[in-house]
C-alpha cells in the first residue's frame, strides 16, 4: 500500500509560513510609517528652531565699532528700563490680577457675574493700542489736560512719556493673564478654603494670605510670568512711549545703523533673558498641577462697605483698561474717519486678512500633523521635538524676524550670485513674514488641535480602524469630527494674533505693503492718535473672538 502525503500538513505550514509574511510585511510598515512621522516631525521641529540658532550663530560675527557705542549708550539705558518695566509689570499686574481673581470668585456683590468675563476684555485690546490711546487722552495736548486748563487747573497730571507710564499700560494689558490662572486656581479651592480657616478662628483676610493665596502661589506666577514674556517681547508700546528697550534697540540696529549682524547679536541676549524666564514658568507650572475647578457657585455674602469697595474696584480698572480707550477709539474713528479712510484702507485690509488667513491654515495643517503624530508615538524624542516645534511662541517677534531674514538674505545673495536672478526676490516677500509668523504662532493653533485630539479614546480610535481600511475614510467619519472644534479654535485664534502682530510684519515686509498693524505704527510714530485710531478699532474688534472662545472655555470649567 502506497502512503499518501501529508496534504494537511503541508498546507498548515504554508498558511502559516502566509501568516508570518503577513505579520513580517506589517511590521515592516509599521517601521517605515514610523521613520517618515518621525522624519517629519523632525524637519518641522528643525524649520521652527533655525530663526533661533540663526540668531545665536550671530555671535561668531562680532562688529567692534557698533557695539562699543551700543555699550556706552544703549545697552545700559535698555537693560535699566527692561528691569523697571518687568518690576512694575510683576507688582502692578500681580496685584490687581490676584485680587480681581478673589473678589469675582468668592463673592457675590453688585455686577459680579458682569465682571466675571468683563475683566478679561483688555486681552482684546493690543498693548501698543491701549498705549496710544493713553498718551493722546493723557498728553499735554490731549482731551484731559485742555479741559484741565480751561479750568484753571494747569500741569495736575505729570507726563507719562516714560518707562513709568510705559510700565503702567503694560500691567493695564497684561492683567488678565494673571486673573485667569488665578481666578481658576480660587474656583477650584471652592468655600472650603475659607470655611477650613474659618473654622480654625482665622479671619477671610487671614484666610486669603495664610491659605488661599499660598495655594494658589503656582497659578499667580504662572500669570506674572506669562506677563513678563508679553512685556519683553512688546515692541509697538514701548515705542509709543519712547523707550528703549531691547525689542526698539533691535529695530534701531537693523534700520538705524543698517546692521543685521548687530541686531541678531541684540536678539540672542534677549533670547537670554527670555529663556530664563521661561524656565521659570516651567517649574512652577510643574507645582501647578491639573486643578479643576468645582463650579464654586454659593459664594460669600460680604458688609455693604465692602460690596461697595468690590464694585468700585472691578468698575475702576474695567473701564480704565478698556471700556474707556475703547470709547475714546470709537470716537477718535467718528471724528476722522471721512479725512482717513480711503481706497488705501482696502488695501490695508486685505494685507492684513490675506497674511492672517495664509499663516493661519498652513500652521493649523503643522498642528493637526504634529498632534497627530505625537499622539501616536509618545515616546521621549516625539516629545521633545514637539516642544521645539512650538518654542517660537516664547521668543519676540523682533528676534524671529531678524532670524528668518538672516537666511533669507543669505539665499537671496547665493541665487545673484549664481546667475539665477538679478536682484533680490524673496527678501521682503510675503514668504518672510508667512515664515516668521508661523514660526511664532504655531502654538497657537497645536494647543487647541491637541487638547481636542486628546477627548479621542483609544477605543474610539480602534472602532474607527475596523469600520473602514481607507485612512481617508477614517478620517473623515472619525477623526475630522472629533478634530473640528479644536480646528475652529485654532483657526479663530491665530488669525486674530496674526492680525495683531506688528513687529514682524513691520520689519520683514517690503516697502509700501502695509497692514491695520503697521499703520497704527505709522500714524502713532508721528502722533496722530486720531488718525490710528481707525485701523486700532478694527484690530480689537477682531481681538474680541478670542477672548470669546476663552470665555466659553472657563464657563464651562467653572
Known amino acids: 500500500m502506497i502512503p499518501m502525503p501529508n496534504t494537511s500538513v503541508r498546507q498548515s505550514g504554508t498558511s502559516n509560513d502566509h501568516v508570518n509574511d503577513k505579520q513580517t510585511v506589517s511590521q515592516d510598515h509599521a517601521i517605515r510609517k514610523r521613520m517618515i512621522s518621525k522624519s517629519v516631525l523632525g524637519l518641522i521641529s528643525l524649520f521652527m528652531l533655525v530663526p533661533i540658532l540663526i540668531v545665536l550663530l550671530s555671535w561668531t560675527q562680532p562688529v567692534a565699532d557698533i557695539w562699543t557705542h551700543m555699550k556706552a549708550y544703549v ?225 460669600f455674602e460680604a458688609s455693604k462697605p465692602a460690596n461697595l469697595a468690590m464694585t468700585l474696584f472691578c468698575t475702576v480698572v474695567f473701564l480704565v483698561a478698556f471700556f474707556i480707550p475703547f470709547l475714546q477709539l470709537i470716537y477718535w474713528t467718528a471724528l476722522n474717519f471721512r479725512q482717513d479712510f480711503d481706497t488705501r484702507y482696502i488695501d490695508f485690509v486685505t494685507n492684513s486678512i490675506m497674511i492672517a488667513s495664509m499663516t493661519t491654515l498652513f500652521i493649523a495643517f503643522l498642528a493637526i500633523i504634529i498632534a497627530w503624530i505625537k499622539r501616536q508615538y509618545p515616546d521621549k524624542s516625539t516629545k521633545l521635538m514637539t516642544t521645539l516645534a512650538n518654542l517660537g511662541y516664547v521668543v519676540p517677534g523682533t528676534v524671529l524676524a531678524v532670524g528668518i531674514f538672516i537666511p533669507i538674505a543669505w539665499l537671496d545673495n547665493q541665487m545673484i550670485a549664481f546667475g539665477i536672478t538679478s536682484h533680490q526676490v524673496l527678501s521682503g516677500s510675503v514668504i518672510v513674514m508667512l515664515l516668521a509668523l508661523s514660526t511664532r504662532f504655531m502654538t497657537v493653533s497645536f494647543q487647541p488641535v491637541d487638547r481636542q485630539l486628546q477627548r479621542l479614546t483609544v477605543n474610539q480610535e480602534a472602532a474607527a480602524n475596523l469600520l473602514s481600511d481607507s485612512p481617508y475614510q477614517r478620517w473623515r467619519q472619525v477623526m475630522l469630527p472629533v478634530l473640528s472644534p479644536g480646528v475652529l479654535t485654532a483657526l479663530l485664534m491665530g488669525f486674530v494674533e496674526v492680525m495683531k502682530e506688528m513687529p514682524i510684519t513691520l520689519m520683514t515686509r517690503r516697502q509700501g505693503w502695509d497692514t491695520l498693524a503697521v499703520r497704527v505704527f505709522e500714524m502713532t510714530s508721528e502722533g496722530m492718535w486720531g488718525r490710528a485710531a481707525l485701523p486700532s478699532l478694527l484690530i480689537v474688534l477682531v481681538g474680541l473672538l478670542p477672548v470669546w472662545i476663552l470665555l466659553r472655555q472657563s464657563d464651562k470649567q467653572s
Open 75 to 299: 545697552l545700559p539705558q535698555v537693560l535699566k528700563n527692561t528691569a523697571i518695566l518687568l518690576l512694575m509689570v510683576t507688582i502692578i499686574s500681580g496685584t490687581i490680577g490676584t485680587a480681581l481673581a478673589w473678589v469675582t470668585s468668592m463673592y457675590r456683590f453688585p455686577g459680579q457675574r458682569f465682571f466675571s468675563w468683563a475683566l478679561m476684555l483688555p486681552l482684546a485690546m493690543p498693548a501698543y493700542v491701549l498705549a496710544f490711546v493713553t498718551v493722546g487722552m493723557v498728553d499735554f495736548s490731549g482731551p484731559l489736560q485742555t479741559s484741565l486748563r480751561d479750568l484753571g487747573i494747569n500741569n495736575a497730571i505729570p507726563s507719562v512719556r516714560n518707562v513709568w507710564g510705559a510700565g503702567l499700560v503694560l500691567s493695564l494689558a497684561f492683567y488678565p493673564y494673571v486673573y485667569l490662572l488665578a481666578r481658576q486656581a480660587f474656583l477650584s479651592q471652592g468655600r472650603r478654603a475659607i470655611e477650613a480657616g474659618q473654622m480654625l478662628g482665622l479671619s477671610r483676610g487671614r484666610v486669603f494670605f495664610r491659605l488661599a493665596l499660598p495655594q494658589a502661589l503656582p497659578w499667580v506666577i504662572g500669570g506674572l510670568l506669562l506677563a513678563c514674556m508679553e512685556t519683553l517681547a512688546d515692541f509697538g508700546a514701548v515705542s509709543v512711549f519712547n523707550v528703549d528697550t531691547f525689542t526698539t534697540a533691535i529695530y534701531k540696529a537693523w534700520f538705524g545703523f543698517f546692521s543685521l549682524t548687530t541686531a541678531a547679536q541684540l536678539a540672542a541676549l534677549l533670547i537670554g533673558v527670555v529663556f530664563i524666564v521661561v524656565l521659570f514658568e516651567q517649574y512652577w507650572q510643574s507645582k501647578r498641577g491639573n486643578s479643576v475647578a468645582q463650579g464654586n457657585n454659593q459664594r
